[in-house]
């Protein structure tokens, strides 16, 4: 019954964002959209799946929150007139939801937890396991951050200066994807990020930043299977099994890739991605890539990369070049970074010192481990 | 919704005087459109009582009720459609730039 708990999962983030517009209630709200699933799950696979499946969830899920409404003796005026909200078709309140728990007003914890729990329907427990926090903890910062929304006057709506709030918004979605830990060590909501990036590359198809971060993550997301070893260390990505890459996902992000114009960082980075996703890396693009990047984004860990892209490209003496110019990035990165340029300049003994100092300075564990091997 | 703006100073204000609002533009500007209900500049810190009543009796301390670096000099009540109105309103305020602002919604009860 993988369709139905597709076509399930498709209109949670829709029916949680009505019912939230409609009753002001998010907990209702996610409640009453998990109640319609539930429901789904249990009717669909004896009953057939309904026409309008989404129809169906909504209409389910409408009449579940009227009945708890209507328990807690909210009056009928009232529910008359939220009956009428909904009539005909409701209008897709999904970029109103993903605005709101995104508001730079929230804490950036509290955007990441909300965004995962009201807009991709992950249940709280899982949430908290992933931030390594007590489900109790994560309840009541999710309890807060409601509150604020209410209690502080937070907006349900799609602002009107887009540019200036879409950034926050895919910084979250970036946060979703990167943070948080299941137990393999891999990235917990991979998943869900990739599938909120594809809802709102689909709502707001004139932003090409948000089909770029899609892209991003499909690069990223193809290499899970070949990160680590089978002590669960990490492989870097010169030394990875390229045949366990996941093909269709890289095909995907190309594609993309080539008919979203370079507007911002996402893409940027994103074509790098695209040129390690070959056979062989394309260091002469990824080098002219880091060049566009890091005038956008003059990091010391972009300058840094740069340096190694251009070491690839060019040769070590060009990379040492680009180094000498890079101030603040983590020692130990830095120090690995001369090491790999020196040695294959030739320059065995320095190589083998800068090695033996990168491994100094970074934690105990198989990044040192990886670096001592070298020196 | 009606917005209680605490008017605060602040140990790094903004360097480039050049980008610092005009106070009184700010003033007349949401005096006319009637986001400003009341404000007022407030007397110095050192001018400050606190007030506490323990037992039935009268405690009286002579300053502020947070010893802190940061002082409020000021307060506005604004009325604004909601946050994102209050938070355009109080980014054009000079002490945003010379101070910080803190946005407190009036509960309504």
Not at chain 1, 168 to 197: H, M, N, Q, S
Not at chain 1, 311 to 330: E, I, M, R, T
Request: proline share 6%; glycine share 6%; charged share 25%.
């Amino acid at each position: 019954m993988k369709e139905v708990a597709q076509a399930a999962q498709d209109s949670y983030t829709r029916i949680a964002a009505t019912l939230i517009r409609v009753t002001g209630n998010w907990t209702l709200a996610e409640d009453c959209a998990q109640d319609a699933l539930t429901a789904a799950l249990e009717r669909w696979p004896r009953d057939g799946v309904p026409d309008n499946p989404g129809g169906w969830l909504m209409t389910v899920a409408r009449n579940r929150a009227v009945d708890v409404l209507r328990r807690a003796a909210v009056e009928e005026t009232k529910l008359r007139e939220m009956a009428m909200m909904w009539e005909p078709a409701p209008p897709d309140d999904r970029l109103r939801l993903i605005f709101t728990c995104c508001h730079p007003a929230l804490s950036l914890e509290a955007r990441v937890a909300l965004t995962l729990r009201t807009v991709a329907g992950v249940p709280t427990a899982g949430i908290a396991r992933a931030f390594l926090v007590s489900e109790a903890t994560m309840t009541r910062r999710l309890t807060r951050a409601k509150s604020k929304i209410a209690d502080a006057g937070i907006p349900y709506r799609v602002p009107s200066d887009l540019g200036e709030r879409l950034p926050g918004v895919l910084a979250v979605l970036y946060l979703l994807f990167t943070r948080g830990y299941d137990a393999d060590g891999e990235p917990a909501f991979a998943d869900e990020a990739i599938r909120l990036a594809r809802m709102l590359a689909t709502l707001m198809p004139n932003e090409p930043e948000v089909p770029a971060l899609l892209a991003l993550f499909l690069l990223q997301h193809s290499r899970r299977n070949a990160r680590r070893d089978a002590a669960g260390d990490p492989i870097t990505l010169d030394r990875q099994d390229r045949s366990l890459w996941d093909r269709a996902a890289i095909a995907e992000a190309v594609e993309i890739l080539g008919r979203t114009p370079v507007e911002g960082p996402y893409a940027i980075q994103a074509h790098i991605a695209a040129c390690h996703a070959g056979d062989e890396t394309n260091w002469r693009s990824a080098a002219e890539w880091y060049d566009q990047l890091a005038r956008v984004q003059p990091t010391p860990v972009v300058e840094l990369n740069r340096a190694v892209a251009h070491g690839y490209a060019h040769g070590p003496a060009a990379g040492l070049a680009l180094l000498a110019s890079v101030n603040g990035a983590p020692e130990g990165y830095m120090l690995a970074v001369e090491a790999d340029l020196r040695e294959r300049a030739g320059e065995k003994a320095h190589a083998s010192d800068l090695f033996r100092r990168a491994a100094a300075a970074v934690p105990d564990g198989p990044e040192r481990r990886a670096l001592l091997k070298r020196v | 919704m009606k917005y209680m703006m605490f008017v605060c100073t602040d140990t790094e204000p903004e360097t480039d005087e050049s980008r610092v609002p005009d106070i009184e533009v700010w003033v007349a500007e949401n005096d006319t459109a009637g986001r400003r209900v009341t404000g007022s500049v407030l007397g110095a810190a050192s001018a400050a009582t606190t007030v506490r009543v323990r037992g039935g009796e009268v405690l009286l301390t002579d300053g502020p009720f947070a010893e802190t670096k940061e002082v409020i000099v000021g307060f506005d009540i604004l009325e604004c459609a909601d946050l994102d109105e209050a938070i355009a309103v109080a980014a054009a305020h000079p002490m945003a730039y010379n101070g910080r602002l803190e946005l407190r919604p009036l509960v309504d009860r």
